[in-house]
């Protein structure tokens, strides 16, 4: 054979952000696999560099610049993509293109086909592409284990914090036939944790007016509860757990608690409420602002009692006196949030809340910051104390050695990368094992700070 093999292009790639970024460059690189291209660990060892930016605050602004510059200096060819790419500057011009003009292209987020596009430009495709070497599921940044699945784009509201929909846009959601069919090859490729995420999960199938679609030749509903239901459906017999992110309190919720209590998905919401005062969440224009939503969350405590929530609060909203303060802290008490983060109000550039009077000295909204997280732990640790004594099912995170010396897990209440943990201790029988990926049942023997201990049986 006398065929000499032209050297397979290399693409370098970087991913900032959120989870929805971390989708967005899974299939890209999926993409990128597929047409024949190899990636590469260094800037320097590749043909060309794609960086997926993140501009939701100005700290992740900075941080996806500066990232532009170091692969700039070291390779030379860049590709842009992701928010920060959507994001004007001053004047009105792309803000990436103003600070550094030699890049090769730029995208917004969600345009895996642009990308490409710009890829083939700069560094052509290679012959022969592997196209059937690359899993029905995708790429996948995340552990094998768990992968997250985005069911649609952008939103419909206007938070008044939030510049989201005018770099991602309105609501569009992904056709339901496609949503389930990339969740069955996730589990089929061993996914034991699936986390759905979007920018509003109760909105999805608005946009389409809760269109029919098909899946398996069936009719499916483009909607929340018929598409968690099918999820549960197809997690049943891979024993695998489904897990809902960005769902907010409409009433249409509810309907979703019976299938928590019933287990077909993990009994967790994460539901971003950002403050409880109704005039703040007036001022912040958010989603199901007029929602009861104490009430809400005792009644789903009702229907479900094992349910975790988890949301995140800003502190020191621009006008925010200290008896919207005093109740937002009330609220957290009473409602036992069991996993709340909270944010110091940063302004971010281009939205609407810059422009209410009232803004707060920093020392305030620090301060505010400080006493709402001691609040906060105070009512987690509550409820994780509880836990001793119970026993939960643990999906192995890390495991050295097949867990001789312990490892690191989660229980249902457990997010990955957000929430707490719970420490495995070594196995006091030495047929017991715990690998990385499976579930393995452990007795709670202790709660500290966040995570707690359990003893694997
Ligand atoms: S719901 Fe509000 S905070 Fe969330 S993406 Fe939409 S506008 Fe932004």
């Known amino acids: 054979m006398n065929e000499t093999t032209a050297p397979t292009p290399k693409v370098g790639f970087v991913s900032l952000g959120c989870p929805k970024a971390l989708t967005d460059s899974e299939l890209i690189l999926t993409q990128l696999s597929a047409e024949g291209y190899a990636t590469s660990k260094t800037f320097a060892g590749a043909d060309l560099v794609i960086v997926n930016t993140c501009g939701f605050i100005d700290d992740a602004v900075k941080e996806s610049l500066d990232t ?46 642009e990308v490409m596009d710009a890829v083939h430009a700069h560094l052509p495709k290679p012959h022969d592409p592997f196209i059937d070497l690359v ?3 995708g790429i996948k940044l995340t552990p094998k284990h768990y992968a997250y699945l985005k069911i649609s784009e952008g939103c419909n509201h206007r938070c008044s914090f939030c510049i989201i929909p005018s770099m991602r846009g309105d609501l569009v959601s992904r056709p339901i036939g496609d949503v389930l069919k990339e969740a069955r090859a996730l589990f089929e490729g061993g996914v034991k944790e699936l986390l759905v995420i979007s920018q509003d999960t109760s909105a999805y199938g608005v946009d389409v007016k809760y269109r029919t679609g098909f899946f398996d030749g069936k009719p499916v509903k483009t909607r929340m509860f018929d598409l968690v239901q099918q999820l549960g459906e197809l997690a049943k017999p891979f024993g695998a757990w489904v897990r809902l ?24 919401l994460d539901v971003p409420l950002q403050h409880a005062h109704p005039d703040v969440l007036k001022r912040m224009k958010r989603p199901a602002s007029g929602e009861r939503n104490l009430e809400r969350l005792q009644a789903w405590r009702a229907v479900c009692p094992d349910i975790v929530v988890r949301s995140t609060f800003i502190a020191g909203f621009p006008g925010e006196t200290e008896a919207e303060f005093e109740y937002l802290l009330d609220f957290l008490r009473e409602a036992e949030i069991d996993r709340a983060g909270c944010f110091a109000y940063s302004p971010v550039e281009g939205a609407s809340a810059n422009a209410l009077s009232g803004a707060l000295p920093d020392e305030v909204r620090e301060e505010r910051r400080a006493r709402f997280m001691a609040v906060a732990e105070e009512v987690s640790a509550r409820k994780l104390a509880r836990r001793v004594g119970q026993t939960l099912q643990v999906l192995v995170d890390s495991a050295p050695a097949l867990g001789r010396k312990g490892g690191l897990g989660r229980s249902y209440a457990d997010a990955p990368e957000i929430d707490g943990t719970v420490r495995l201790l070594p196995p006091e029988k030495a047929s017991v094992t715990l690998k990385v ?19 694997p049986l």
Do not use: W
């Not at 992110?245 to 209590?261: F, I, N, T």
């Open 135 to 137: 899993p029905a599921a």
């Open 245 to 268: 992110h960005y769902v907010y309190p409409y009433p249409h919720v509810d309907e979703l608690l019976p299938l928590m209590a019933e287990g077909l998905v993990l009994p967790y």
């Open 437 to 455: 990926g499976e579930f393995k049942r452990a007795r709670v023997v202790a709660a500290e700070g966040h995570d707690l201990i359990a003893q």
């Open 68 to 113: 532009i510059g170091e692969a700039l200096a070291e390779n030379g060819k860049v590709i842009v993509t992701g928010c920060l790419g959507a994001k004007a500057g001053e004047g009105g011009g792309n803000l990436v293109k103003q600070m550094h003009p030699s890049v090769l292209a730029v995208t917004g987020p969600h345009a895996t086909q």
